[in-house]
């Protein structure tokens, strides 16, 4: 039988040789870092919805009111504009016929925004349109589209006097409307800058984010694009408010890029409307009006297959809808939404009968100084 | 019959041979139909003068028909598009000019026909600018279309006109 003496001694090398081998254990296999385990690809894509980017600065747009002064309402500004009622107007057949002389026998087709740059979009939709809609009036010698990038780093970069922005993506409509009138449009095509070519021709959505941060034109361009835009400012912008004040815009004439938190569903029913439906952050263009349905047409940015349904007319853009006119006055009620009009844009050159019969060396075309 | 008369009732051949061969010069020998006159030089610039101030004849007839050819083709497309109504393409004055301007550089395959005649830009230039007025270049209506096809067509005329003349008829 063991002494008490006895067991205690074994009762305490028990414990030693327990903690001795605990110690033994991690000493020899210390815990090691666990291999990073990469995040499986996203087989998904993003849902269309996903690309917003309205970020609304309440301040900011009162601030750039007060700048315009007694231009800031629309129907202050120009008092002489009154709804024609029963009077439908289709702005964006304009923009069908200048495409056609820019890209002779393509199709327009709305765009599709890579990142929450829709106040971009919205806004060079409406210049756009308003340009097309001079050139058909012959108001303008030549048509060319608006690079959505230019707005939007403009927007986010020169017009609320930083360097830099960030790279979260959005911007608000005050803001894409200041840079539009104190700078202008830069247009889809190449431009020969001092770091080389500047090609816009197609959009880019990285190009979109670089631009965010750094402004219009890029990190490395010192103002140089700023310069080009300033070339082809538009005249006025003017904040619209209300239905009735948006159809008097677009039956003169001017679109209305449009900020609201309004979602819509992805269906149109038998009269082309979409039904309100979710909360989006988002810029667009109200484009169309019509009054057998009193309703406003709206072109979003997201490419021409995110809605579906029938059309009216049988014509009007793949991707827009129609909102009924109380909706459009809650979107418009959110005060970040402007109508265009002016467009520093193309003037004709006098012709020379005599020069087509030889060739020419110079550059044949002139655009404004 | 004795066979001295006999030889005195055949003609000898070589008088017959000398016969066939004046027969044969009096026939050619006949001065050519006379052909038409040339109608009168029709109202419009004198581009025969500028075509024959080159002494390669045969370069100018190609030339006067090519020219004549080019601005009918103009008036006839210019025509054409007004009927196309609201889907007209060339509405202004710019697009025409665009228009006449692309066509002589791809007819001629971009030769120039300034560079051999130096007086048809300004002779072609006055007579436009007499009969569509000077242009500002922009929007053109029916009226403005219609001196348009006009005036390029009277300019075919005069240069195909000025082509038969040279050709010599």
Known sequence: MMSKRRKT????????????????????????????????????????EAFQGWVPDEEGTERFLQELGDRAQLLQANPGLVVRDGEPVYLYRALYRAYDTHRPGQKWIVGRQGIGDCVGWGFAHAADIHLAVMFQLGDTAEWHP?????????????????????????????????????????????????????????????????????????????????????????KDVSQVRTFQEAAAAIQSGYPVAVCSNQGFSRTRDGQGFARPSGSWAHCMAFIGVRFDRPGLLCLNS?????????????????????????????????????????????????????KWVSVQEEQFYALAP | MTPRKKQQQKPPTAVLLVFAALGIWFVFSQP??????????????????????????????????????????????????????????????????????????????????????????????????????????????????????????????????????????
């Open chain 1, 302 to 354: 997201w490419g021409p297959k995110w809605i579906g349904g029938p059309k009216h007319p049988d014509d009007m853009p793949e991707g827009s809808f129609w909102v009924d006119a109380a909706v459009a006055t809650a979107m418009l009620g959110r005060g970040d939404s402007f109508a265009v009009s002016g467009y520093q844009g193309f003037p004709f050159r006098i012709i020379d009968h005599s």
């Open chain 2, 32 to 169: 050519p139909a006379p052909q038409p006159p040339l109608p009168d030089r029709p109202s419009g610039p004198d581009l025969y003068t500028v075509f024959s101030s080159v002494g390669n004849t045969t370069q100018a007839h190609a030339d006067a028909v090519a020219f004549g050819v080019l601005c009918e083709s103009l008036a006839a497309m210019i025509e054409y598009d007004g009927t196309r109504g609201e889907e007209a393409r060339l509405t202004t004055g710019i697009q025409l000019d665009d228009l006449r301007r692309w066509s002589r550089e791809y007819y001629m395959r971009g030769d120039s026909f300034g560079v051999r005649y130096p007086q048809l830009p300004e002779v072609v230039g006055g007579f436009l600018e007499a009969q569509i007025g000077e242009s500002s270049g922009g929007l053109v209506d029916d009226t403005m279309r219609a001196r348009w096809v006009n005036a390029h067509r009277a300019l075919a005329q005069q240069s195909l006109w000025a082509a038969n003349r040279l050709a010599g008829r």
């Open chain 1, 9 to 48: 001694e074994l009762g305490s090398l028990v414990i030693l040789l327990f903690i001795g081998l605990v110690v033994y254990r991690f000493m020899l296999f210390p815990a090691q870092p666990k291999a990073h385990v990469p995040l499986p690809p996203i087989t998904e894509p993003q849902p269309i």
């Open chain 1, 146 to 234: 608006v690079a959505t990038e230019s707005i939007y780093g403009g927007s986010r970069v020169e017009a609320r006097g930083r360097t830099t922005a960030g790279y979260m993506d959005g911007s608000y409509g005050a803001a894409a409307a200041k840079w539009l009138i104190n700078w202008g449009a830069v247009f889809q095509q190449p431009y020969a800058s001092p770091n080389g070519i500047i090609d816009l021709t197609a959009y880019s959505a990285s190009r979109a984010k670089d631009w965010g941060n750094y402004g219009n034109g890029g990190r490395d361009d010192k103002g140089w694009l700023d310069t080009v835009a300033k070339k082809h400012p538009i």
